[in-house]
């Protein structure tokens, strides 16, 4: 846990370090989407389901949810997948049902790529994120739906994303692979006590999308998966995460808004996302912003993270051409250990679609709070770097200690076009926000 504090003033800061862990500790946003009992179940074993790893699965699946879908009993469905592997290609999901995965129960998806069906982009990205058209429909799917849980023993939803990175490793992708779980323009989505792994791309993408509510996951892929994001909330609102393990290969958990110009005209903001006691690693980040943010991201929650052998532990990112706010950031109590940076803001990161942005579509960032934070062994402890056209303003740092030992080549806090104020940090950050005093930006009291 926390090392033995030398000085009154250390002990006092880890005191109120877990004092105010302890007092977040029962918070809790279930009630976004409470736990429906459904009276009407069924098992996948009902619709000829064998569990032995070499069946293929995905008619059952299909004429299980049909039968969901068209029968339409009171309450929802529930579909239990005993223990057992279950090989199937994707499917969708569809309104009223409850997935519940039995302990010892494994979903697994098909390696065969040609049971990939292709869908269009997503109206805020333009194209697939990582090819030019269309892109893969996600192993598990829903679209225009109300009231879907994903639930069990914890049990397993596995990707079997080998095949789809070493595709990206060769340059062989065709269209964008696809994600393990993805939603769209639903509404009262719930993802309970399941394990999620080796997604071929982002593991849970909820987009355009409201009151969602992601506890109790473990989600795991190898440290070296390409972009194999843990949960990204995508111009969505009222999204809770809260109570899950990540160890991936991309950013933990990332909060995203459209692509650029495809992004802006859509206009689909991401607002009301909270994000509470998430434990990981990754090489990248931790909790981060971006850095797709065109149609803006405001009001969001991060508190009592803890991250190991982490690349960057908060991160807002945003570029040249993406537009958007980014505003009303607060990301407070975060313990975080052997990182490569601590804080990192940054308008200068992320690819465009095409070349048709537009370079005046500047992003605005305002009002981010970064509080309560300590680490050890970090490398780099922040990176803030605005926009000369329009700077980064009311950054508030304030009860931040970030122990390490900077090499030469990498200064302890570097800072350019932001304005701010800092309480409290050590190493003692950069002038733009080496301010003492308890107002404007940083009126927080300790």
Request: glycine content about 10%; charged content about 15%.
């Amino acid at each position: 846990m926390f090392p033995f504090f030398r000085t009154i003033s250390l002990w006092s800061m880890a005191v109120v370090f877990l004092l105010r862990s302890a007092a977040g500790e029962w918070e809790t946003c279930s009630w976004i989407v409470p736990m429906s009992y459904r009276n009407d179940k069924i098992s996948i074993k009902d619709f000829g389901g064998v569990g032995d790893g070499r069946t293929l699965n995905t008619n059952a699946f299909r004429e299980a949810i049909y039968r969901i879908e068209h029968l339409r009993r009171r309450g929802g469905t529930l579909l239990y997948i005993p223990p057992g592997v279950y090989l199937t290609g994707p499917f969708n999901l569809t309104s009223h049902m409850t997935l519940y995965l039995a302990r010892g129960a494994v979903i697994k998806a098909t390696k065969d790529t040609r049971h990939w069906p292709l869908i269009p982009p997503l109206p805020s990205y333009g194209r697939g994120r990582e090819r030019l058209g269309g892109r893969h429909m996600s192993f598990i799917h829903g679209n225009g739906l109300r009231d879907v849980i994903i639930t069990g023993e914890n049990g397993t939803i596995d990707g079997q994303g080998d095949i789809w990175w070493n595709m990206w490793r060769q340059r062989t992708l065709q269209f964008t692979r696809p994600s393990l779980v993805e939603f769209l323009n639903s509404r009262g989505i719930l993802i309970s006590n399941v394990i999620f792994m080796n997604s071929p791309f982002w593991n849970i993408h909820p987009v355009y999308c409201s009151n969602v509510v992601v506890r109790y996951v473990t989600i795991l892929a190898p440290a070296d998966s390409p972009n194999t994001d843990g949960i990204d909330p995508d111009s969505s609102s009222h999204v809770c995460i809260e109570d899950s393990y990540i160890s991936t290969g991309d950013d933990l958990v990332s909060v995203k808004s459209g692509w650029d110009e495809y992004g802006i005209a859509y206009g689909r903001p991401s607002h009301g996302i909270t994000i509470r006691r998430v434990t990981g690693s990754s090489p990248f980040s931790g909790i981060s912003v971006g850095s797709e943010t065109s149609g803006g991201i405001v009001d969001v929650l991060a508190e009592h993270i803890n991250l190991y052998n982490i690349g960057v532990g908060i991160f807002i990112k945003t570029n040249i051409g993406r537009g958007g706010i980014i505003r009303n950031i607060t990301v407070s109590n975060v313990y975080m250990e052997n990182a490569r940076t601590g804080i990192k803001i940054a308008g200068d990161v992320g690819d465009h679609p095409d070349n048709r942005f537009n370079p005046n579509a500047l992003p605005i960032v305002n009002g981010i709070k970064i509080q309560d934070v300590w680490g050890e062994k970090v490398l780099q402890p922040g990176y803030i770097r605005g926009l000369k056209k329009s700077p980064f303003t009311h950054i508030c740092l304030s009860n931040i200690h970030l122990n390490g030992a900077p090499s030469p080549r990498n200064p302890p806090w570097k800072c350019s076009d932001v304005h701010g104020a800092a309480i409290q940090v050590s190493p003692w950050p950069c002038s733009e926000l080496a301010t003492n005093h308890r107002y404007g930006a940083c009126s927080v009291t300790l």
